[in-house]
């Protein structure tokens, strides 16, 4: 069972920040929260992944909050390519990564 | 960053044949290889964990005898579809561990399978 809620579908404008929250209320203290996307009909692609402190890398930023219940996802600068299913997963060290049913982002010119 | 290759992108058989899937981790060791299946507007699920040198360990409800999995290097995990029927059309995509604990899994492109 996937241990994370997120919205199905969100939509954001071409060069604005898209924020993609995700729920992980029993999250427990050893396990990290991974980001990945999927654009259609390939492969997930990482973005990111943290355990308590905010991240950032060229892709995105991480927002944990301090109790670690919940987390968002900061894309920038959307842009087109960027529209994807977007998926927030929630392991623990070596475990198996289980998808859930994510949020499917449109960029909109 | 890490690759992983998957072959063959796109593959059609007939009922009753058998596919192989071959995942590779191009510059990376990988002890550990996952298949997943995902079928159109799902979200994917996990089929199998794959440890190079030992048996497979499969999720519930997956059939071990017919999807044979094999990781016999560091470098290469297959994924065999025996006795392929049309409902085992599905898109099939490995990933592996670049090291150890939490380090990220990085996927393959993916296997799109089709049985007529």
């Known amino acids: 069972d996937a241990k994370t809620t997120q919205p199905p579908s969100m939509d954001c404008a071409e060069g604005r920040a898209a924020n993609l929250p995700c729920n992980h209320s029993t999250i427990s203290g050893n396990e990290y929260v991974y980001w990945y996307r999927q654009i259609h009909s390939q492969g997930p692609q990482y973005i990111i992944h943290?355990?308590?402190n905010n991240e950032t890398n060229e892709m995105a930023s991480l927002i944990i909050t301090e109790d670690r219940k919940s987390s968002t996802l900061i894309l920038p600068h959307a842009t087109l390519r960027d529209t994807a299913v977007y998926y927030c997963i929630v392991t623990g060290s070596g475990d198996k990564l289980t998808f859930g049913t994510g949020t499917r982002l449109a960029v909109r010119p | 960053g890490a690759v992983v290759s998957q072959h063959p992108s796109r593959v059609i058989c007939k009922s009753g044949t058998s596919v192989k899937i071959e995942c590779r981790s191009l510059d990376f060791q990988a002890t550990t290889m996952f298949w997943y299946r995902q079928f159109p507007k799902q979200s994917l699920m996990l089929m199998a964990t794959s440890n190079e040198g030992s048996k497979a360990t499969y999720e519930q409800g997956v059939e071990k005898d017919k999807f044979l999995i094999n990781h016999a290097s560091l470098t290469l995990s297959t994924l065999t579809v025996t006795s392929a029927h049309p409902e085992d059309s599905s898109f099939y995509i490995c990933s592996a561990q670049d090291g150890g604990g939490r380090e990220k899994l990085f996927f393959g492109s993916g296997t799109q399978l089709s049985v007529l």
């Open positions: 943290g355990l308590k």
